[in-house]
Nanobody, 126 residues
Framework: VQLQESGGGSVESGGSLRLSCTAS??????????LSWFRQAPGKDREGVAN???????AYVDSVKGRFTISEDKAANTLHLQMNSLLPEDTAVYYC???????????????????WGQGTQVTVSS
């Protein structure tokens, strides 16, 4: 399974960005994976941002609730993260991650994920 992110960039505080993550590979089966977005700022641990379970349920870290929305386009094998009302503290490298559904117990724990994208930089200026 390979994951490829796109859509990062630089915006001013209050702006919006939409990240995308496309999955590929013979081992990827739509609807069989727990999909999440993580982020890592310089000097900080990798943090779970948003999750989408195979049944469609979603979860978010408190700091992004009401601002970020995770969604999935199953026909295109693509996971999206719509980020609105961006703040300077959202600045980080954003990663998408996938884990087989049987391993999805604590979505915010990076160690659960088998597959990672290469990351895309998001920079929010004040």
């Amino acid at each position: 399974v390979q994951l490829q992110e796109s859509g990062g960039g630089s915006v001013e505080s209050g702006g919006s960005l939409r990240l995308s993550c496309t999955a590929s590979g013979a081992g990827y089966i739509v609807g069989s994976y727990c999909l999440s977005w993580f982020r890592q700022a310089p000097g900080k641990d990798r943090e779970g941002v948003a999750n989408r379970d195979p049944d469609g349920s979603t979860a978010y870290v408190d700091s992004v609730k009401g601002r970020f929305t995770i969604s999935e386009d199953k026909a295109a094998n693509t996971l999206h993260l719509q980020m609105n009302s961006l703040l300077p503290e959202d600045t980080a490298v954003y990663y998408c991650a996938a884990a087989p559904a049987a391993y999805c117990t604590q979505w915010f724990y990076p160690g659960e994920y088998h597959y990672w994208g290469q990351g895309t930089q998001v920079t929010v200026s004040s």
